[in-house]
């Protein structure tokens, strides 16, 4: 028996080394410091780019976040930790992003038998691109000019790729990503620089203002557009860039051009669901499958995370769960933001609470020292924002540890809404959603531009909210108090003024 078994023992002997080299294939981020704070990771659909699926994850107590590699279709991978990492994932392979912002020579550090290709992926730098392209035009308003430079760019970030593909350092899917990722940005900012020249167009064909050979031109120019990267290729998915070239094709060539090339002038809407309408309706009608289920999941998902709660949602839901029962891009974050949408209009049709105070004839108030007047004796942490205005929203998830602070101090608190008469129906319904407890203020015409002269920045006074201050006994006392989301700091600060 002993013997029997001898041979069995002999070959696991032999073969236990290579059976711990096996280990299955893993993508890792370490970041120094980094010990249990959070990072987002955006995974690729078979090998496509879809913000939504993506999900929040916290760094382990080495500062490290690790999960198996079970791609089977090569596509990139976006790692949030104060910036966007990149990383290009082939079925199969190991990789190990290390962050060291300490490490003033080599802040990033990958991993993999890609490495090369990996950083220059991570050294891509794309500015905003409509700011890129109205820059560019202001300097030359010639379209064969910006095209030229835009191309020439292209180029520039491109050649590091094309030569490591020529070494045999990056195969030929590594190289395709890198060509679409940049090409895709480049073509949203060729694009940009037409916005300018076609808002100025005039386009009725019975008036003198309508000049045929400017369109006829600028027709031409954005099918030079369409031909450097055609929006209506599936293969565009697997780029995050993809987005934003389409979003101005759509809202601009699709939306506006087309219309103005066939003299009918499109005006603009006083409806502010236009904006989100129009496009919906423009993916319905001019892309064909996959890119219509596509789009349409992105458009929907991207509504829904601006927080406005627009009932439509629910119906482009219904429909996009009626066409496509199987869709993969139907997914948890997806579902979760559209979620809210029912959520929020269930809630809304609850009256306010007693702690929801309207400060009395408020509409009425033109100066803010007149408001801070209305504060005698009172502490007030003022809230400044507007129904619009993400970050204040997001801002708004810290509220009960803030209420729990405040109360303790006998502080009050003043929601100050910047929006204007259009929105007054979704103010009074997003402080009820939000359960936002203490008094309220929607700021009059003449109140929004004190407003502006006190807390905006500049010369021209531009505005940046969520804003918070400090009113003590009617008079403000602090201009710039810290954010909820500061938490201990913000309470400390406030706690040297009691």
Request: proline residues 5%; charged residues 20%.
């Amino acid at each position: 028996m002993h013997t029997n078994h001898r041979p069995h023992i002999t070959i696991l002997l032999l073969f236990a080394p290579f059976l711990l080299l096996a280990q299955p294939p893993s993508i890792t981020f370490k970041a120094a410091g980094g010990q249990g704070k959070t990072i987002s990771v955006s995974r690729p659909l078979d090998g496509i780019y879809f913000g939504p699926n993506s999900t929040q994850d916290t760094l382990d107590k080495t500062g490290m976040f690790t999960i198996p590699n079970n791609e089977k279709v090569a596509g990139a991978y976006e790692f949030l930790y104060k910036k966007i990492y990149r990383l290009y994932v082939r079925p199969g392979q190991s990789y190990t992003l290390t962050v060291d912002e300490a490490d003033t020579t080599a802040p990033l550090k990958i991993m993999a038998a890609d490495r090369e290709g990996q950083l220059f992926l991570n050294g891509l730098s794309f500015d905003f691109y409509q700011s890129k392209g109205s820059r560019l035009y202001k300097a030359d308003t010639i379209f064969a000019h910006n095209k030229e430079q835009v191309l020439a760019a292209a180029a520039k970030q491109l050649a590091p790729f094309h030569q490591l593909l020529a070494q045999g350092k990056i195969d030929k899917g590594f190289n395709s990503y890198a060509t679409r990722l940049v090409n895709n940005y480049q073509a949203s900012v060729l694009e940009s620089t037409l916005i300018t020249p076609m808002l100025k167009m005039f386009s009725w064909k019975d008036s003198t203002a309508y000049d045929a050979a400017k369109i006829k031109e600028m027709d031409a120019d954005w099918q030079e557009i369409i031909t450097f990267v055609n929006p209506q290729d599936p293969v565009n998915r697997s780029v995050n860039t993809y987005g934003d070239y389409t979003f101005v094709y759509d809202q601009f060539y699709l939306g506006y051009f087309l219309p103005l090339r066939n003299g009918i002038l499109v005006k603009a809407s006083n409806d502010p669901d236009e904006f989100w309408t129009s496009p919906y309706k423009t993916i319905q009608q001019f892309y064909p499958e996959p890119l219509k289920e596509y789009l349409t999941a992105s458009w929907i998902f991207f509504a829904a995370m601006q927080q406005e709660f627009q009932p439509f949602i629910l119906d482009w839901r219904r429909d996009f769960v009626l066409h496509y029962p199987n869709s993969i891009y139907y997914t948890a974050m997806l579902v979760a933001s559209v979620d809210k949408v029912k959520d929020y209009q269930e809630k809304i049709r609850k009256t306010s609470s007693p702690a929801q105070r309207f400060l009395d004839h408020y509409d009425t108030i033109t100066h803010f020292d007149e408001l801070a007047a209305r504060f005698k004796g009172k502490t007030i942490y003022m809230d400044l924002w507007a129904t619009w205005c993400g970050p204040c929203k997001q801002e708004f998830t810290y509220n009960e540890s803030l209420r729990s602070f405040l109360q303790s101090k006998g502080i009050e608190i003043l929601y100050l809404s910047v929006d204007n008469q259009a929105a007054d129906g979704k103010w009074k319904d997003m402080i009820k959603y939000y359960d936002l407890q203490g008094y309220h203020v929607r700021a009059s015409d003449s109140l929004l531009q004190d407003i502006y002269k006190i807390f905006g920045k500049g010369p021209r006074h531009t505005l940046s909210i969520p804003r918070y201050a400090l009113i003590k006994d009617g008079e403000m006392v602090l201009a710039e108090a810290k954010s909820p989301d500061e938490g201990t700091a913000l309470y400390q600060q406030l706690a040297g003024f009691l």
